[in-house]
């Protein structure tokens, strides 16, 4: 047993380490072939570390005692990506769990350097839409992946993470709602046009994000079938769900006795929960819509 749970501790390990790379591989390939280049600031702690190297080139671009180096070079969107999420590092420590934090640290050191290895990318184009668009598309899908496999890429994630478990917020919800700020910032540092084309780019990212990242969107199933034994015992030997029974119930076309089942489940179950019902009733009758707020005890598996 000891051995299995070693096995799969480390299968978990290479996962998020493998997804470690491949967000740290996106957010390099948004930032300096799409966003960076068209003028067009990213979501979360990225888009605030943007608009800190935005504002350095701009007003304080100069040299220091560092070999001759400019403020640029020091304070550039990779360094200042890494200075912002000190302090979340903390908050991911004491909140979430110390084997996330150390693999979200591993992930924003990842991103950090990747913006700056990837820094020699050409632009494809430099149109703001466009450029919002793919990047927001690549970034999600990099972010979604990432915490997809319990890891942090930092920044809002951490936050929306633990507002998630407190209020049921959505994590796309909540990097839409704080990135406001960060355009109403970016209108007064470039110019409010780009400001829109940011704010197209933030939207986008937050929809990719929720479409990947799926453990966090709830919904309602309904089950109305003939056999609620087989179908009970089958679905909580695959899922830890709870289910409200509805006895008595009466189909109106032949009036034969059935039974309602009610539960709740995540869009990242919805394949085992098929599975469990197909094994134990193929012929039930099953409702399934997304839940917008849930009141009580939902189990969620564990961040760390």
Same mark, same amino acid.
């Given at each position: 047993?000891?051995?299995?749970?070693?096995?799969?501790?480390?299968?978990?390990?290479? &996962?998020?380490?493998?997804?470690?790379? *491949?967000? &740290?591989?996106?957010?390099?390939?948004?930032?300096?072939?799409?966003?960076?280049?068209?003028?067009? *600031?990213?979501?979360?702690?990225?888009?605030?570390?943007?608009?800190?190297?935005?504002?350095?080139? =701009?007003?304080?671009? *100069?040299?220091?005692?560092?070999?001759?180096?400019?403020?640029?070079?020091?304070?550039?969107?990779?360094?200042?990506?890494?200075?912002?999420?000190?302090?979340? *590092?903390?908050?991911?420590?004491? =909140?979430?769990?110390?084997?996330?934090?150390?693999?979200?640290?591993?992930?924003?050191?990842? &991103? &950090?350097?990747?913006?700056?290895?990837?820094?020699?990318? =050409?632009?494809?184009?430099?149109?703001?839409?466009?450029?919002?668009?793919?990047?927001?598309?690549?970034?999600?899908?990099?972010?979604?992946?990432?915490?997809?496999?319990?890891?942090?890429?930092?920044?809002?994630?951490?936050?929306?993470?633990?507002?998630? =478990?407190?209020?049921?917020?959505?994590?796309g919800t909540v990097n839409i709602a704080v990135n406001i700020v960060i355009l109403f910032f970016a209108g007064f540092v470039n110019d409010w046009p780009h400001a829109l084309y940011s704010a197209l780019a933030i939207f986008v990212n937050g929809k990719i994000l929720d479409s990947v990242y799926t453990r966090q969107q709830r919904l309602q199933v309904m089950i109305v079938t003939e056999h609620p034994k087989a179908v009970i015992n089958e679905i909580q030997n695959t899922l830890r769900r709870g289910i409200t029974i509805v006895h008595d119930a009466e189909g109106a076309f032949r009036h034969e006795e059935k039974t309602v089942l009610f539960t709740i489940i995540s869009r990242a179950e919805i394949y085992d929960f098929e599975a469990a019902l197909h094994d134990s009733d193929p012929y039930a009758f099953v409702s399934i819509t997304e839940s917008v707020k849930i009141m009580g005890h939902f189990y969620e598996p564990k961040t760390d």
């Amino acid at each position: 047993m000891l051995e299995i749970d070693r096995l799969i501790r480390r299968h978990q390990n290479w &996962s998020r380490f493998t997804a470690a790379i *491949f967000y &740290s591989i996106c957010v390099g390939v948004a930032l300096n072939m799409f966003w960076e280049p068209s003028g067009v *600031f990213a979501s979360g702690v990225t888009g605030a570390a943007q608009l800190l190297a935005t504002v350095v080139r =701009k007003w304080f671009n *100069f040299g220091t005692p560092f070999g001759g180096m400019r403020t640029t070079d020091l304070l550039n969107t990779g360094t200042l990506l890494f200075l912002l999420n000190v302090p979340l *590092f903390v908050v991911a420590w004491r =909140k979430i769990g110390h084997r996330f934090t150390i693999f979200t640290f591993l992930a924003v050191i990842l &991103s &950090s350097v990747m913006i700056r290895v990837l820094g020699v990318i =050409k632009p494809l184009t430099t149109d703001p839409i466009v450029c919002g668009i793919f990047g927001a598309v690549v970034n999600g899908l990099g972010t979604g992946f990432a915490l997809r496999n319990n890891l942090s890429t930092g920044g809002l994630d951490i936050i929306g993470i633990v507002m998630r =478990k407190k209020t049921g917020t959505t994590i796309g919800t909540v990097n839409i709602a704080v990135n406001i700020v960060i355009l109403f910032f970016a209108g007064f540092v470039n110019d409010w046009p780009h400001a829109l084309y940011s704010a197209l780019a933030i939207f986008v990212n937050g929809k990719i994000l929720d479409s990947v990242y799926t453990r966090q969107q709830r919904l309602q199933v309904m089950i109305v079938t003939e056999h609620p034994k087989a179908v009970i015992n089958e679905i909580q030997n695959t899922l830890r769900r709870g289910i409200t029974i509805v006895h008595d119930a009466e189909g109106a076309f032949r009036h034969e006795e059935k039974t309602v089942l009610f539960t709740i489940i995540s869009r990242a179950e919805i394949y085992d929960f098929e599975a469990a019902l197909h094994d134990s009733d193929p012929y039930a009758f099953v409702s399934i819509t997304e839940s917008v707020k849930i009141m009580g005890h939902f189990y969620e598996p564990k961040t760390d």
